[in-house]
């Protein structure tokens, strides 16, 4: 059943270049880098990081961008590209991504995405369906690449992401993620005072067995609500479009009665919203909050920038 929620990527291109103040030409440079670049005990067979940055404009500030269940990092290149166009560092991670969070909610443990989410964030033991050491946590791995940079471009400004004893600079990062990705950017979020937390098409943390959120979605986190976003798709064919809602509600995202702003045909700042969704035609609703249409580099660059 695993090839079930294997995501049907759509066809992403690169993203034009903007131009900066002073005219001259701005362009995305982007890389791949190889876990064991990072740190020499990673497996040779683990996918590439994607790294992207814009050579003109900066906002110093990281996008940590973390994927969907089973997808490389480098599928999300177009939302990745089009971040760095708005002047972001750009981290798109490779990270341990082969168990996806909504099946679990068929569990009888009222824990299970609890301990899920803090294995594969942090790699601390707790889990019964993932098994993620330290190393391989996103944090660690988000880490190692970081220093990486730092090393190897010293004259990116790579380092401002770091503290000085080389943790992640928290409050420097926008946390995002599409699909399982979406919920880590939320859970590191909770544990962490980051930038913002930016989802798409999740969380998908919703118990089928208790018919009801997550148990750590109601929690309170470190990172304000004024400072998260979400966006969904109405008709979204892997997680069932009710599910996610009562999710953000339980994040305190919207009030019980309300739903989520549907931005099709209205223009930035979407009513200052902060809970988003889309209907708009795709080959994959699911994955369409990342897809190619024409609507969706304002939509992002409200929810990343609040431009």
């Not at 903007?18 to 996918?47: F, G, H, R």
């Not at 971040?83 to 490779?94: E, H, K, Y």
């Not at 996103?138 to 880490?143: E, G, L, P, Q």
Request: glycine share 6%; charged share 15%.
């Amino acid at each position: 059943m695993k090839k079930c929620w294997v995501l049907v990527w759509l066809v992403l291109f690169q993203c034009s270049d903007k131009s900066s103040p002073d005219n001259t030409p701005a362009q995305n440079i982007s890389i791949s880098v190889a876990p064991n670049q990072t740190d020499a005990n990673y497996s040779s067979s683990d996918l590439n990081h994607y790294v992207v940055r814009n050579n003109k404009v900066h906002l110093n500030k990281l996008l940590l961008f973390i994927g969907g269940s089973f997808s490389d990092p480098k599928s999300y290149n177009l939302i990745c590209d089009q971040a760095a166009t708005f002047g972001l560092d750009v981290i798109s991670l490779s990270y341990p991504n082969d168990v996806a969070a909504a099946p679990l909610g068929s569990s009888s443990n009222p824990l299970i995405f609890d301990t899920y989410r803090d294995e594969v964030c942090f790699g601390n033991p707790v889990s019964n369906v993932v098994t993620v050491d330290a190393l391989n946590s996103i944090v660690t791995r988000a880490t190692k690449l970081a220093v990486y940079l730092k090393t190897n471009f010293p004259d990116e400004n790579w380092g401002q992401y770091l503290t000085a004893g080389n943790s992640l600079q928290w409050n420097k990062i926008i946390v995002s993620g599409h699909s399982q990705g979406s919920g880590h950017a939320c859970y590191l979020g909770k544990k962490n005072l980051v930038d913002r937390v930016v989802m798409l098409s999740g969380p998908n943390d919703y118990s089928t067995f208790f018919n009801a959120p997550g148990n750590w979605l109601t929690q309170s986190g470190v990172t304000p609500l004024s400072q998260q976003f979400v966006l969904l798709h109405t008709r979204d064919e892997i997680v069932p479009f009710n599910f996610q809602v009562a999710n953000v509600r339980a994040l305190g995202l919207l009030a019980a009665s309300d739903n989520p702003t549907l931005v099709d045909n209205l223009a930035s700042p979407y009513n200052n919203a902060r809970a988003l969704s889309l209907n708009i035609p795709a080959i994959s609703f699911h994955n369409s909050t990342v897809g190619a249409n024409a609507i969706l580099p304002n939509v992002w660059k409200y929810m990343f920038t609040g431009q």
